[in-house]
């Protein structure tokens, strides 16, 4: 059974063309792939990319007439799209085909969809904003990874079985005030909530059979946005037989763990590990996090964009390569890294584009990507990258 990633762009001829015709002409490319090449998939999330918020609404009535009763989770991101589009849009599918045992996607609600198949129960949900703008960045946080954590708990998830979350910040570097620190930083706020809300979770705990003896965290992208906004999105799984399942929190031996950075960058350091394999016997996925021009712990290549970019890409080749796999108890589940199956590009300056385009299209040039326009969650940081890679004996990765 196939899983499908899916980067869609409006052509650029449409780029004049008002947001009803780019949206058409995404969803007609979307079709297309998916008759074409797995007629039977569906659609499980679709994640946004806005070059104007406010668009959110609009999408989703189009995505409402368009999906009926099977609408996917839309996660919508005000990022602008590279090239000036009015939108980007990533698609996740899963061919549900009609053997013995065929795949099964239940959309719950419009903020959670369930795909079920080769004896996982994947959950994927989203909290598209704050219920108040009112309240402290802190206290908008930590409402929202309460909200997701509800989500969760309405299928008996406990938060402790995410494996990946997405934290999108408007103005993620600029001031804020906090009850504890005074002046500080956006991205340090939400650290400190994510951190409060983690205290008590113990990842993975039964989730596979044998538990972990040391701090774990999911996987996660912490990334700017345009705006005040916060949005938040999660996937979380359940094994059917936690004996044939295996979650493994990654971590490059060129960079310091992020939860122990220093409190020069936050004072609760961010809670997320560099990459995470969640795999079965024969086959698996990397969620690769948010990496950026750092070793150690220290920014690397000052105003440097193709340097930047170039470093980013190593340590996320570090990341998934077989040697590291192998370190971390998983032999013949690492890849190189155009095994990367989709990326997504965070380019702070537009006038970085195309150098740090020309380096990705020259390293991962069969990858499907989306860049958009983003603040990184450092001021000296030019450029971020995430991405995912199908691994481990049974993987088979076809370029369409």
Request: negative net charge.
């Amino acid at each position: 059974m196939a899983h499908m990633l899916i980067a869609v762009l409006p052509p650029k001829e449409l780029l004049e063309e008002p947001l009803a015709v780019q949206l058409q002409a995404v969803e007609d490319q979307v079709r297309a792939c998916i008759s074409q090449n797995a007629p039977s998939a569906k659609v499980i999330q679709q994640t946004v990319f806005l070059k104007n918020y406010e668009d959110r609404h609009v999408c989703q009535e189009f995505w409402r007439n368009v999906y009926g009763p099977a609408l996917p989770v839309n996660v919508y991101v005000p990022q602008a799209p590279s090239d000036g589009q009015l939108l980007a849009v990533e698609i996740i599918a899963q061919e549900c085909g009609t053997g013995s045992d065929p795949a099964q996607v239940i959309h719950e609600k419009e903020d959670l969809t369930i795909l079920k198949h080769s004896g996982v129960t994947w959950y994927y949900a989203c909290q598209q904003e704050p219920a108040d703008y009112s309240w402290s960045m802190y206290s908008q946080s930590v409402e929202m990874f309460q909200e997701l954590d509800k989500t969760f708990l309405s299928q008996k998830i406990p938060f402790e079985n995410v494996i990946r979350t997405w934290l999108y910040l408007g103005n993620i570097t600029e001031p804020t005030y906090s009850e504890l620190e005074g002046e500080t930083q956006r991205y340090k706020e939400l650290n400190r909530a994510r951190t409060d809300f983690f205290r008590d979770i113990r990842f993975f705990d039964g989730l596979t059979a044998k538990p972990w003896t040391h701090a774990v965290y999911p996987a996660s992208t912490g990334i700017g946005a345009d705006g005040d906004t916060v949005v938040m999105s999660a996937l979380a799984v359940k094994f059917d037989d936690p004996e044939k399942g295996c979650v493994i929190p990654l971590e490059n031996p060129h960079q310091t763990s992020a939860f122990d950075y220093g409190e020069q960058y936050s004072i609760k350091s961010p809670k997320f590990a560099r990459a995470l394999l969640l795999a079965s016997e024969e086959s698996g996925i990397i969620f690769v996090s948010g990496t950026a021009s750092i070793t150690d712990q220290e920014t690397r290549y000052l105003d440097d964009p193709l340097n930047q970019t170039e470093l980013t890409l190593d340590n996320i080749e570090i990341l998934i390569a077989e040697e590291n796999l192998k370190a971390h108890g998983k032999p013949g589940f690492g890849c190189p890294l155009d095994g990367l199956v989709s990326a997504r590009v965070y380019v702070k300056r537009p006038e970085h584009l195309e150098t740090i385009r020309a380096v990705c299209e020259r390293r991962i040039p069969n990858v499907p990507k989306i860049y958009t326009i983003a603040d990184v969650c450092r001021p000296d940081l030019l450029v971020e990258i995430e991405g995912m890679a199908d691994v481990g004996p049974a993987s088979r990765v076809e370029r369409i």
